[in-house]
């Protein structure tokens, strides 16, 4: 790419992908590598920055990721985080020891120093660290630019060579003026211009798009999730009716959500637009399983039966796309996750896994395979996808599949359908939707004893789910007043058929996940 590069080197720091994002959040362009990829190999990519990653071990452990004196030597700043701030004095010739006294959690940090990675920065700011090392000795010709209480190092540099060092993590935002510290790393040290911007990209992207296609045919997979949509967008206006999107609506979606995707891509946009609707194929297939793995399987399976069923008969005599994206390619291996020796596999995500042997396409495109959720996000707004898709909240591949517990019936799915309309319908009236980083609402497959009228009713119990989180790996239950609460419990008991009681769910994650399954 054109743009200036930010090489953030990956050691199994759990942070990675929010390092990349918050360096993309100042207007940088930025990867992430395996800690073990070929110093001839950065040294060709020209980064402007290079960012060390935390990571979960120490770093005097001979089997630990560690990586070539020479990283140093190539001219281009750097930037050592927690693991990643470690190893850069471990490597040129300081001591790390394990700690007296750990630091976990939010630390005041004190700096009286005129260094660039502090300007605007107070004397005293709270930081978030997390490590049982320390660097005891600092290696020749750095100095420390700020402690903590029980951290005599917590920021050193070498300003002559650029390179610099912090123990916390300023990517998360319990540290308070962690993005300014990146910000001032990357602009007064590095020299960035800020030159990652959206409406670059999608110029850019669909001039590529049209050069790579020309006049074959685009075959696109939508699932009416934010990634797809945005990718069917940029391809529209690369290539307009070239475009075919083949949209499998299995029954598990929200309710009327089936139409309003077509609705949404058949009149926005040029293409070619195809539904399979086949509900009563994933219900007869489902029909007697309760067990949540293995309704995910069924699921999984099916869907990939129809749309390759589906894309046979379309015809495979251009190109195929799809809606990956920067993390899904990380995840699923195809990135460069750290790892001791071999590339890690978090999960495999539904648009990443094989096509069939007999379909043979001219190549696969994904014009969204270098962005983050929120830049896809970005993308569709200036697309002018509608604010309902484009902020379209995670919604899992199986659907409803698994926020209905036991056996999936039609009925069930209609009370799901309605139960989860009515909440979000109140949520959205509220006023605190944009608090709220997800919210849904789930059939737990429990029946309890009510009263309505003079009539005894024994009937569904629906709980709601509400959460608030920055980054989805940890999550907390969103304080959603009690007057919207009741307001959510009366309208669904009063106009969902087959309900009697609600719960709202107050587990935070962990130890309770997102989903219920």
């Not at 899992?396 to 039609?410: F, K, M, S």
Request: aromatic letters at 10%.
């Amino acid at each position: 790419m054109s743009n200036q590069l930010c090489i953030v080197l990956d050691f199994g720091g759990q942070y990675n992908q929010l390092i990349a994002r918050r360096v993309r959040e100042c207007g940088v362009y930025c990867e992430i590598k395996r800690f073990d990829t070929p110093i001839s190999e950065i040294r060709a990519m020209n980064p402007t920055a290079i960012i060390f990653t935390g990571g979960p071990n120490s770093v005097y452990d001979p089997s630990s990721p560690h990586i070539s004196e020479e990283i140093f030597s190539i001219g281009v700043p750097i930037l050592g985080i927690c693991y990643g701030c470690q190893l850069m004095a471990y490597t040129l010739g300081g001591k790390v020891e394990s700690c007296e006294k750990s630091e976990y959690g939010k630390i005041e940090i004190t700096q009286g120093s005129d260094s660039l990675i502090f300007r605007d920065v107070p004397e005293k700011s709270v930081v978030w660290m997390s490590h049982t090392d320390f660097v005891s000795r600092l290696p020749e010709g750095f100095n420390v630019t700020a402690k903590s209480a029980d951290c005599p190092c917590a920021t050193f540099e070498a300003p002559d060579r650029k390179l610099y060092a912090v123990q916390f993590h300023p990517e998360v935002t319990h540290s308070e003026y962690g993005k300014q510290i990146l910000h001032n790393f990357l602009y007064n040290v590095c020299g960035c211009t800020g030159d990652w911007v959206m409406d670059d990209f999608i110029e850019n992207t669909v001039k590529k798009l049209r050069e790579q296609i020309g006049d074959k045919k685009v075959i696109l997979g939508l699932s009416g999730g934010v990634d797809s949509s945005v990718a069917a967008g940029l391809l529209s206006r690369a290539v307009g009716k070239q475009l075919t999107c083949v949209f499998v609506d299995q029954g598990l979606m929200r309710k009327d959500e089936g139409d309003f995707v077509e609705e949404t891509f058949t009149k926005l946009f040029d293409m070619n637009f195809v539904r399979v609707n086949c509900k009563d194929r994933f219900l007869a297939a489902l029909k007697g399983v309760s067990d949540p793995e293995q309704k995910r399987r069924i699921i999984g399976t099916e869907f990939y039966n129809v749309f390759w069923d589906k894309i046979r008969e379309q015809g495979t005599d251009g190109f195929f796309a799809q809606g990956t994206i920067y993390p899904d390619r990380i995840e699923s291996g195809r990135g460069n996750q750290a790892g001791h020796g071999s590339t890690a596999v978090i999960k495999t995500h539904h648009n990443m896994v094989k096509m069939p042997d007999d379909i043979k396409f001219a190549g696969t495109i994904e014009p969204l395979g270098d962005l983050f959720k929120d830049e896809v996000r970005a993308v569709g707004e200036k697309l002018g996808i509608p604010h309902d898709l484009v902020w379209r909240q995670p919604f899992p591949g199986p659907g409803l599949g698994v926020r209905i517990i036991g056996e999936i019936t039609e009925e069930k799915i209609k009370i799901l359908q309605e139960a989860d309309a009515v909440f979000r319908d109140e949520i959205r009236k509220s006023g605190i939707e944009s608090e709220l980083k997800q919210f849904f609402a789930v059939l737990p497959d429990v029946r309890t004893v009510g009263v309505m009228g003079d009539h005894r009713t024994y009937d569904h119990l629906i709980a709601i789910r509400a959460v608030t989180t920055d980054d989805f790996m940890t999550a907390d239950w969103a304080r959603i007043p009690y007057d919207v609460l009741a307001r959510v419990s009366n309208r669904l008991c009063n106009e969902v058929e087959h309900v009697n009681r609600v719960v709202y769910d107050i587990t935070s994650k962990p130890p309770g996940t997102v989903e219920w399954e």
